[in-house]
């Protein structure tokens, strides 16, 4: 199925920055789609920005504006940049891939698919 390994997390005061890097197998690489999700205290699970093959992003309503998705073809990274941060972002944030979907397109607080998930990484985002 392939891996997938999260860096990049940390703590960052509200309105800064962080990017967020995801290194992915082969395997996982070859995923049609991917994308990251995140999970706050006391909360479920949920989308957080997707991306297709063809390069065409999708994102959730809370990050769109703030967030990029892109993909580093050569190295097999996912990426999340992540602007003007604020406290309700605080969460573990998942690199995910999934293998079959075709249609990279989100739902807010809606998780389909993306059955290969990385361990995660903790943001942080406080004053």
């Known amino acids: 199925q392939g891996q997938l390994e999260e860096s990049g997390g940390g703590s960052v005061q509200p309105g800064g920055s962080l990017r967020l890097s995801c290194l992915a197998s082969?395997?996982?690489?070859?995923?049609?789609?991917m994308g990251w999700f995140r999970q706050g205290p006391g909360k479920e699970l949920e989308p957080v920005a997707q991306?297709?093959?063809?390069?065409?992003?999708y994102y959730a309503s809370a990050v769109k504006g703030r967030f990029t998705i892109s993909k580093d073809n050569a190295k097999k990274l996912l990426l999340l940049q992540m602007d003007s941060l604020e406290p309700e972002d605080t969460a573990t944030y998942y690199c995910?891939?999934?293998?079959?979907?075709?249609?990279?397109?989100?739902?807010?607080?809606?998780?389909?698919?993306?059955?290969?998930r990385g361990q995660g990484t903790q943001v942080t985002v406080s004053s």
């Open positions: 991306i297709g093959g063809d390069g065409y992003a």
């Open positions: 995910a891939a999934d293998s079959t979907l075709i249609d990279c397109s989100l739902v807010d607080g809606y998780v389909f698919g993306f059955d290969i």
């Open positions: 082969a395997d996982a690489y070859r995923s049609y789609c």
